[in-house]
């Protein structure tokens, strides 16, 4: 079947633009005559492909959320197909309680002015099955194409996107990685579009990871009614552990619920007192004691609330959306039945309704979850995620390694990799296995046995220092080279071949647990120092006030500190008052009217206190002298003259408007402190549900960020001195402190010379006086 053509010229814009239809044929070539720089395309679903099916009732559909290429495949810049066979793929997600209406592909393309048109074509391909093709032309080396996915081919969970590019410059004696052959696709311009339903449920417990989903692309909303407003510390858990469940299963997207009290009124169904106007387009999590539920659930469900309670229905009101049930007898039981669902690791029976009679949680040690790495035994890159695979050109093995945030070894520690690999024969000298660590070159090994080899306990070595605290990336990359290579000779490219196999290992140095606070940074990346302990024993959460508001903003930063560690916070104390002991580092969430004073003595800066900021480093104006000496070349050349020069005082108030603050110091017990503020309870919940968002919970710096909403930067900032956290050995003590303060290490050098010489001195008097006694009577 052939392509047709619509060619439409207009001599003012002297543009063309190019509407194509494919029947399942590849793209002919445009025209005989030079075309324009750019080239527009539509292309429609194969022609074997049903037509899309419209919904129903037009008002229940969504009307499309459209997502860029480089938000899908977490990309940065252009995804680059390089050589004469190029394949790059991203996921597609789907969620499983929905269905799909409409889905276009809007692709913006640009390829080298060098490729031959007629043999350089562009194949877009889901789960396996070209859907388009795009000629990439010398003369238009710049396209759009919207490309119509049939809904037929979307199923749900994820779906691979495949782009496939064959590219040529040259008809014959062809080198094919040729620097002129290549194709990129801007991931920011290029979007795809889809327009989704949410089906009718019938739901079971064991459909929860279908029903608080990621990969749902129509609207996301969630709502925790309380029957009895929060105001005590099992109630606050309660809802924290609820909230944390939710925030586990939707994994890597913020997650800051809508926090209501239970209304009476006239509902339907299994939800006849409750009001269901304000939860309205929401999922909802109903949770209180069978006592407090029995006005707004029916009489025979609050029969079978007889111990810790789960239990699962289509709302009544909209049978696209589902209502949780967390009751049990008392608080104790509703607080066990949050536990219950906070794991979101545990599979739950396939019923709508679940009486947890016990429930035991074994004690982890810390940095124990989210596949921490720590200790000195060998760490298996099975248990690191990582499974056996097969790596050809162009293919990229990344491992994830957490270390914790406050790891600390000697500057000489090393990190062990012990690899199992197998190599394949024929191929030249100089193939290798490239090791890189979060992006930058660390080692890498010669593969160069001719015969090929098994590879067992090739064993090499990276420095510690260049790994980070938290997430690291390592990557192996083969570049593999043909024996023969001739320019115009067949090149076999099918030996070029390396497995590396799961049993390799990686193996820590000996390692202190100590690092230097606050720090946001490490705040964001791990939750440290309040997620220690997996089960947040060392954690206390307090809120400043009783207000749906404060009790939602903090709920959503217990999620979001879960999410950290993929594991709920079940030993995180939720309080109005005091922590239960000194031990626990506190978080403390609230407008800044609210916030009780004694707890912000030793805050670097509150709105309206004065700071100093010098060139050196930015310091509270009114902060008291530590009495430390200023380690800085600087001051030891006598260039304070200069600083004090540069040194400014800001005075004065400046409220918070629209604005979150967050600051981290040393609190009055001797813990961390971390401080969420705003200046009311309403903008303290705005902030804190567009802090989680990843796209500004991983800016967070220094010890003060200030998120302004009108804004698109997070402000952050170092204020004042850092304390030490953590403890060492003598010897790991010894050279900490040589490191930090290299002048006490010339002074003790100097010290140590001096006592050499005087002792050098007095023995050569002594020995002078002994020999010599006798000539000088």
């Known amino acids: 079947m052939s392509a047709s053509f619509l060619f439409r010229a207009t001599a003012r814009a002297m543009c063309c633009v190019v509407a194509v239809f494919v029947g399942g044929a590849p793209l002919a070539d445009a025209h005989a005559k030079p075309a324009p720089k750019v080239a527009s395309v539509k292309i429609a679903a194969p022609a074997s492909a049903a037509a899309p099916v419209k919904p129903a009732n037009p008002a229940t559909a969504n009307e499309g959320?459209?997502?860029?290429?480089?938000?899908?495949?977490?990309?940065?810049?252009?995804?680059?197909?390089?050589?004469?066979?190029?394949?790059?793929?991203?996921?597609?997600?789907?969620?499983?309680?929905?269905?799909?209406?409409?889905?276009?592909?809007?692709?913006?393309?640009?390829?080298?002015?060098?490729?031959?048109?007629?043999?350089?074509?562009?194949?877009?391909?889901?789960?396996?099955?070209?859907?388009?093709?795009?000629?990439?032309?010398?003369?238009?080396?710049?396209?759009?194409?919207?490309?119509?996915?049939?809904?037929?081919?979307?199923?749900?969970?994820?779906?691979?996107?495949?782009?496939?590019?064959?590219?040529?410059?040259?008809?014959?004696?062809?080198?094919?990685?040729?620097?002129?052959?290549?194709?990129?696709?801007?991931?920011?311009?290029?979007?795809?579009?889809?327009?989704?339903?949410?089906?009718?449920?019938?739901?079971?417990?064991?459909?929860?990871?279908?029903?608080?989903?990621?990969?749902?692309?129509?609207?996301?909303?969630?709502?925790?009614?309380?029957?009895?407003?929060?105001?005590?510390?099992?109630?606050?858990?309660?809802?924290?552990?609820?909230?944390?469940?939710?925030?586990?299963?939707?994994?890597?997207?913020?997650?800051?619920?809508?926090?209501?009290?239970?209304?009476?009124?006239?509902?339907?169904?299994?939800?006849?007192?409750?009001?269901?106007?304000?939860?309205?387009?929401?999922?909802?999590?109903?949770?209180?004691?069978?006592?407090?539920?029995?006005?707004?659930?029916?009489?025979?469900?609050?029969?079978?609330?007889?111990?810790?309670?789960?239990?699962?229905?289509?709302?009544?009101?909209?049978?696209?959306?589902?209502?949780?049930?967390?009751?049990?007898?008392?608080?104790?039981?509703?607080?066990?039945?949050?536990?219950?669902?906070?794991?979101?690791?545990?599979?739950?029976?396939?019923?709508?309704?679940?009486?947890?009679?016990?429930?035991?949680?074994?004690?982890?040690?810390?940095?124990?979850?989210?596949?921490?790495?720590t200790g000195t035994a060998p760490h298996a890159f099975r248990d690191l995620g990582f499974s056996s695979r097969t790596l050809r050109p162009g293919d990229v093995a990344d491992i994830d390694v957490r270390l914790p945030a406050d790891i600390y070894a000697p500057e000489d520690a090393k990190v062990t990799l012990d690899m199992n690999f197998t190599e394949g024969a024929k191929m030249r000298e100089d193939s290798v296995l490239d090791i890189r660590l979060n992006g930058r070159f660390e080692q890498v090994i010669a593969l160069d046995q001719p015969q090929g080899a098994v590879m067992r306990h090739y064993r090499i070595t990276i420095p510690l220092r260049d790994f980070r605290a938290g997430l690291n990336t390592l990557s192996l990359r083969p570049l593999l080279v043909p024996l023969v290579t001739d320019h115009c000779t067949l090149r076999q490219t099918d030996n070029l071949e390396v497995t590396l196999f799961d049993d390799s290992t990686l193996t820590l140095p000996p390692a202190s647990h100590f690092t230097t606070l606050p720090d946001l940074k490490r705040f964001a990346d791990s939750g440290f120092p309040y997620t220690v302990q997996p089960d947040g024993n060392d954690l206390a959460i307090r809120l400043a006030a009783h207000d749906d508001d404060?009790?939602?903003?903090?709920?959503?930063?217990?999620?979001?500190?879960?999410?950290?560690?993929?594991?709920?916070?079940?030993?995180?104390?939720?309080?109005?008052?005091?922590?239960?002991?000194?031990?626990?580092?506190?978080?403390?969430?609230?407008?800044?009217?609210?916030?009780?004073?004694?707890?912000?003595?030793?805050?670097?800066?509150?709105?309206?206190?004065?700071?100093?900021?010098?060139?050196?480093?930015?310091?509270?104006?009114?902060?008291?002298?530590?009495?430390?000496?200023?380690?800085?070349?600087?001051?030891?050349?006598?260039?304070?003259?200069?600083?004090?020069?540069?040194?400014?005082?800001?005075?004065?108030?400046?409220?918070?408007?629209?604005?979150?603050?967050v600051m981290q110091y040393r609190g009055e017990g001797g813990g961390a402190m971390t401080v969420l503020t705003a200046a009311n309870a309403g903008e303290l919940l705005d902030g804190v549900s567009r802090l989680i968002e990843p796209s500004e919970w991983g800016e967070l710096r220094g010890n003060i960020a200030v998120l302004t909403f009108d804004h698109p930067d997070l402000w952050t900032a170092r204020v004042g001195g850092t304390y030490e956290a953590g403890s060492l050995g003598p010897l790991d003590w010894l050279g900490y402190t040589l490191s930090v303060h290299p002048w006490l290490g010339y002074a003790v050098l100097v010290a140590l010379l001096s006592i050499f010489a005087g002792a050098s001195t007095l023995l050569l008097k002594r020995y002078y006086r002994k020999r010599h006694r006798g000539v000088e009577e």
Request: net charge negative.
């Open 550 to 661: 404060t009790i939602a903003a903090a709920w959503a930063l217990a999620g979001r500190l879960a999410q950290n560690q993929a594991a709920p916070l079940t030993a995180a104390q939720l309080t109005f008052g005091a922590a239960s002991n000194a031990r626990r580092d506190v978080i403390l969430v609230g407008a800044t009217p609210a916030l009780p004073p004694a707890l912000l003595q030793h805050a670097p800066w509150l709105p309206g206190k004065s700071i100093r900021i010098a060139d050196d480093a930015t310091v509270a104006a009114d902060a008291p002298s530590d009495g430390t000496f200023p380690f800085r070349l600087g001051h030891l050349l006598g260039t304070s003259a200069r600083a004090a020069q540069t040194d400014v005082t800001l005075s004065g108030n400046v409220p918070l408007s629209r604005q979150l603050l």
């Open 65 to 373: 959320q459209t997502l860029s290429l480089a938000t899908l495949g977490n990309l940065t810049g252009a995804l680059r197909l390089a050589g004469a066979s190029a394949s790059r793929s991203i996921s597609i997600p789907l969620s499983a309680r929905e269905r799909v209406h409409d889905a276009v592909l809007h692709l913006v393309v640009s390829n080298s002015i060098s490729l031959l048109t007629d043999r350089s074509d562009l194949a877009v391909r889901v789960n396996d099955r070209t859907i388009a093709q795009l000629q990439l032309s010398s003369r238009q080396p710049e396209t759009t194409a919207d490309i119509r996915v049939p809904a037929e081919l979307l199923r749900p969970g994820y779906n691979t996107l495949t782009f496939t590019a064959a590219q040529h410059s040259t008809e014959n004696c062809e080198d094919p990685n040729s620097p002129e052959l290549w194709t990129e696709i801007d991931t920011s311009a290029s979007t795809l579009r889809m327009q989704t339903t949410l089906a009718s449920l019938t739901p079971t417990l064991a459909d929860l990871p279908d029903l608080v989903d990621p990969k749902q692309w129509a609207g996301r909303a969630f709502a925790i009614v309380d029957a009895s407003h929060p105001s005590d510390d099992r109630q606050l858990e309660s809802g924290g552990l609820v909230a944390q469940g939710i925030a586990l299963r939707l994994r890597y997207l913020s997650a800051a619920p809508r926090v209501l009290d239970a209304e009476h009124g006239n509902g339907a169904g299994m939800l006849p007192g409750l009001a269901l106007a304000p939860l309205a387009d929401s999922d909802v999590v109903l949770i209180g004691s069978r006592e407090a539920l029995r006005g707004y659930l029916d009489a025979k469900t609050i029969e079978r609330i007889d111990g810790a309670f789960l239990g699962i229905y289509p709302k009544p009101d909209d049978a696209r959306r589902f209502v949780l049930v967390v009751s049990g007898r008392d608080e104790r039981e509703v607080e066990r039945a949050a536990r219950a669902f906070a794991h979101s690791e545990l599979p739950l029976p396939r019923s709508s309704e679940l009486v947890v009679s016990g429930f035991d949680e074994t004690a982890l040690p810390p940095w124990s979850v989210d596949k921490t790495v």
